[in-house]
């Protein structure tokens, strides 16, 4: 177990291995409470992002988003005169995230 490992949802972690002019290549790594997954993924400058991982759809879907959102935000990092690959994303998805709880009153 992982101190990554958590109670409830997943934990999605791109580690970059290698960046060049066309984009960058990471290591990827999806920590659920049950299971732990990997594999990689591509970035490039033009936003795209091509993931090998083996793991359920879900968690999949999950970790290409956020993949894309770190390649669409590389070549305005750079603009700005930053890193355009960061070393590490770490992000976090919960069960039922993006829904609204109702509560009831007496």
């Given at each position: ?52 991982v083996t793991a359920p759809a879900e968690l999949v879907q999950a970790a ?43």
């Amino acid at each position: 177990m992982s101190d990554l490992t958590p109670t409830e949802g997943a934990r999605f972690l791109f580690e970059r291995e290698r960046a060049d002019d066309a984009g960058a290549r990471y290591k990827v790594t999806i920590y659920t409470p049950d299971a732990t997954f990997a594999g990689h993924a591509q970035l490039g400058f033009d936003g795209s992002a091509a993931l090998e991982v083996t793991a359920p759809a879900e968690l999949v879907q999950a970790a290409e988003m956020f993949a894309k959102l770190t390649a669409r935000s590389a070549a305005k990092q750079q603009d700005d005169g930053m890193p355009p690959w960061p070393a590490r994303v770490l992000r976090w998805r919960g069960p039922g995230r993006g829904k609204t709880q109702s509560s009831s009153s007496s």
